[in-house]
T-cell receptor, first 115, second 111 residues
Framework: KAGVTQTPRYLIKTRGQQVTLSCSPISGHRSVSWYQQTPGQGLQFLFEYFSETQRNKGNFPGRFSGRQFSNSRSEMNVSTLELGDSALYLC??????????????FGSGTQLSVL | TQLLEQSPQFLSIQEGENLTVYCNSSSVFSSLQWYRQEPGEGPVLLVTVVTGGEVKKLKRLTFQFGDARKDSSLHITAAQPGDTGLYLCAGARNYGQNFVFGPGTRLSVLP
């Protein structure tokens, strides 16, 4: 069974640009979560989608948005990039949302550098 | 302020030594998970604990969930270089809520 696939693996952008990251979950998984990981803040929750609906949202500005398609693939978009948006963006998929035994399966991430 | 605190932040030990890392919070969690992340990769789930006082073993790794479900520990016996990585704890406070992650313990096991 293929794992969680994130593309692209690396991305370099300049301030003010926008970026779209893609995540393909494990086949059969309907929940996709996005996290931002930085050395200073660790893993910070961005949002979670289940069956094309956003179920939970973290404390990030409106420049960060996401969506999920009918095939469970998800994209996140960051508009008007700032230097502080440089981070590893991780996507995780799971079978369902919110169960106490929910297991998150992470992709390898997209390393975004904003210059 | 982090909802989950982890200690120590960094740990460097020799192969064969034992170690314990901790995950603490002032909040109660319905479940708590431990992940290991290696450079250039995403975190990989090691274990989920859901019952206060629960102990789970995974080969040389022993995980314990505190009685009050506010803290957890990970003990590694006879550490090996392959155990090197960032150990993250993550907790869900209630059903339907997302998992929040601690800042992690970066472990280095030297041969």
């Amino acid at each position: 069974k293929a794992g969680v696939t994130q593309t692209p693996r690396y991305l370099i952008k300049t301030r003010g640009q926008q970026v779209t990251l893609s995540c393909s979950p494990i086949s059969g998984h309907r929940s996709v979560s996005w996290y931002q990981q930085t050395p200073g803040q660790g893993l910070q929750f961005l949002f979670e989608y289940f069956s094309e609906t956003q179920r939970n949202k973290g404390n990030f500005p409106g420049r960060f948005s996401g969506r999920q398609f009918s095939n469970s693939r998800s994209e996140m978009n960051v508009s008007t990039l700032e230097l502080g948006d440089s981070a590893l963006y991780l996507c995780a998929s799971s079978l369902a949302v919110g169960g106490t035994n929910e297991k998150l399966f992470f992709g390898s991430g997209t390393q975004l550098s904003v210059l | 302020t982090q909802l989950l605190e982890q200690s120590p932040q960094f740990l460097s030990i020799q192969e064969g030594e034992n170690l314990t890392v901790y995950c603490n919070s002032s909040s109660v969690f319905s479940s708590l998970q431990w992940y290991r992340q290696e450079p250039g990769e995403g975190p990989v789930l090691l274990v989920t604990v859901v019952t206060g006082g629960e102990v789970k073993k995974l080969k040389r790794l022993t995980f314990q969930f505190g009685d009050a479900r506010k803290d957890s520990s990970l003990h590694i016996t006879a550490a090996q270089p392959g155990d090197t990585g960032l150990y993250l704890c993550a907790g869900a406070r209630n059903y339907g809520q997302n998992f929040v992650f601690g800042p992690g313990t970066r472990l280095s096991v030297l041969p």
